[in-house]
């Protein structure tokens, strides 16, 4: 049975919107980090919105090691239209997309991936959907944009692995008690 692990890049205030407006400070620790989350995933499911925004940047870019692995992954898209930016790779998934995560979870394989995503993951959440979140956590406040866990029910979390980075991110690692 697949693992669903989500990685997900959050202000201290816990706002996951625009990473690129504090995450400034990346450093060894954190590349090994991304490296070890990344291993173990041959599925990737995106929501539309990061789908657009990704697809017309990663496809082109040196930056590794996630340029790698997302450009050649498989990767689901969660969406009711139809995609508009090719990407090699990419599906749309078609009908109820919790029943088919569902299916596919009973499937053999590596872990599936969420990246991103954040209307997507909150779903998969409150739908019990997610065994492990893979979180870096900068050491800076946002206070605008969209919060992962908004609107997410209350529920217990096992912390299984904490690094702090160099430069001050927390690397933590949580399986969720279902």
């Known amino acids: 049975m697949r693992k669903v692990v989500a990685y997900e890049l959050l202000s201290l205030d816990g706002v996951a919107e625009e990473p690129q407006e504090f995450v400034n400070d990346w ?3 954190m590349n090994e980090n991304l490296k070890r989350v990344i291993a173990t995933q041959d599925i990737v499911v995106l929501g539309r919105r990061t789908y657009n925004d990704w697809a017309a940047y990663w496809p082109d870019s040196e930056n590794e090691p996630f340029s ?9 898209v969660i969406t009711s239209t139809p995609l508009t930016n090719e990407w090699s790779g990419s599906s749309v998934v078609e009908g109820d997309p919790i029943a088919y995560l569902q299916e596919l979870i009973l499937q053999p394989g590596g872990d599936i991936g969420i990246h991103g995503s954040i209307k ?9 959907l997610v065994d492990e979140l ?5 050491p800076a406040f946002r206070f605008q944009g969209r919060k992962l866990f908004e609107n997410v029910a209350p529920g217990r979390l096992s912390l299984t692995r904490s690094v702090t980075s160099p430069t001050g991110y ?9």
Do not use: M, P, T, W
């Open 170 to 178: 927390l690397l933590l690692d949580y399986s969720l008690n279902k």
């Open 27 to 29: 450093d060894d620790a």
């Open 68 to 76: 790698g692995f997302i450009n050649k992954v498989q990767k689901l």
């Open 120 to 128: 997507l993951l909150q779903s998969l959440l409150e739908n019990s």
């Open 134 to 138: 893979r979180l870096v956590i900068a």
